[in-house]
């Protein structure tokens, strides 16, 4: 029979385990709402991490040493998808070297818990299962590397998010340090003598820091996106005449003219004409910018956004945008397209659209030159 302490971590190891659902089952609903597939590996980390915890705690109340190693097996592939999502949702791909070294660090922890020598369970004071021996060390590499790849991205986001997402990126930073560098500390503690109390303490900390970072991602998306890219501007161009129909940025820019982008983007079309036969042009390359753009073959209209960087999200974004602004205004082009202010309405469908895309003050779009197609 589990009594004292042994007690209080089954319990707190499943209420972290239950905090973990509640996280992967947000996540999931957050992909309906989104529909960002990047957050499936998000919600399978929570998944894994909730199984991992059952099982942790089932191995402390049973004293069962097996369980408790066998519990490693989804903690570890959990941390590999919670890796695997932050490097995807920085850079749009995961680092090999860093992947590998994460695999490694995990196969010498999982093999030396079922190894003789990586257990020992204390009935005397009745206490539960440790980790001790080889194990512990691998375990202490493998928390260190966890713990500094996640609280380093919410750093990273909370750093170089704009002041209107400063607020929220201070609750996100908060839950990543007790999720992360708090409950290592407490772990920390936990492993001395007449401090033990402080394990369990770490499982409660651990919960409700991953539950706060899930639960601001939840409310503010645009902070996934702060370190993938920074959008400056969008612009609607009627590539016949170059005449800017609208505009919209989302930094405070200086005064740039428009004409300078219809000019480009009617020469690069032209080059493209002829070399591939093929209207569209998706992305023109300069030394701090790029320019993604998107054609519609029916009517002279191109939409260009110019950010820091290209990412799936602000093409596909840009798809939309295009395709719902030539439905919306098509009678209007074919009309008089001159009288731009009929196209003031569009700022409804970028703020539909592009409700993922931060947006700063007091910044200055980059110099665009050594252009580059792409």
């Known amino acids: 029979m589990a009594s004292g302490l042994n007690l209080l971590l089954g319990i707190t190891t499943f209420l972290a385990g239950t905090l973990s659902l509640v996280n992967a089952i947000l996540t999931l609903l957050y992909v309906r709402r989104r529909k ?31 369980i408790m190693a066998i519990s490693f097996i989804p903690q570890t592939i959990g941390v590999l998808c919670l890796f695997i999502y932050i490097e995807l949702i920085e850079k749009e791909n995961v680092s090999p070297i860093k992947a590998s070294i994460l695999v490694v660090i995990e196969l010498l922890y999982l093999m030396s818990a079922f190894l003789p020598g990586g257990m020992r369970v204390d009935k005397t004071p009745p206490y539960g299962v440790h980790i001790i021996g080889l194990c512990r060390i691998f375990q202490i590499i493998f928390l260190v590397f966890y713990v500094l790849f996640y609280f380093s991205w919410s750093y ?58 899930v639960i601001v991602i939840w409310q503010e998306p645009k902070l996934i996106y702060v370190l993938r890219f920074k959008a400056y501007r969008i612009i609607v161009l009627e590539t016949g005449s170059g005449t800017a129909l609208f505009k919209h940025d989302w930094a405070e820019l200086r005064d740039i003219d428009e004409n300078f982008f219809s000019m480009m983007l009617q020469a690069i079309s032209n080059v493209l004409n002829e070399l591939l036969h093929k209207g569209e042009v998706r992305e023109v390359y300069t030394d701090q910018a790029v320019l993604l753009i998107q054609h519609n073959l029916q009517y002279p209209i191109a939409s260009v956004i110019i950010a820091s960087k290209s990412c799936k999200s602000l093409r596909y974004g840009l798809k939309e945008f295009n395709e719902q602004f030539v439905s919306k205004y098509s009678s209007d082009i074919e009309k008089n397209y001159h009288n731009v202010s009929r196209f ?7 703020d539909k659209v592009f409700d993922f895309v931060p947006e700063y003050q007091h910044e200055e779009l980059p110099v665009l030159n050594e252009v580059k197609m792409g």
Do not use: C
């Not at 597939?37 to 109340?61: C, E, K, M, P």
């Open 36 to 66: 960002n597939r990047v957050i499936y590996i998000f919600s399978a980390n929570w998944f894994l991490q909730a199984i991992f915890w059952f099982l942790d705690g089932t191995a402390h109340l049973t004293y069962n040493p097996l």
């Open 344 to 350: 003031e309405g569009a700022s409804a469908i970028v």
């Open 156 to 213: 990273k986001t909370w750093r170089k998010s704009p002041s209107e997402l400063k607020q929220k990126a201070t609750v996100l930073l908060l839950g990543s340090a007790l999720f992360s560098v708090v409950t290592v500390l407490m772990y920390a503690l936990g492993s001395l003598e007449g401090l033990k109390i402080f394990n369990p303490l770490g499982f409660v900390v651990h919960g409700v820091g991953a539950l706060l970072t």
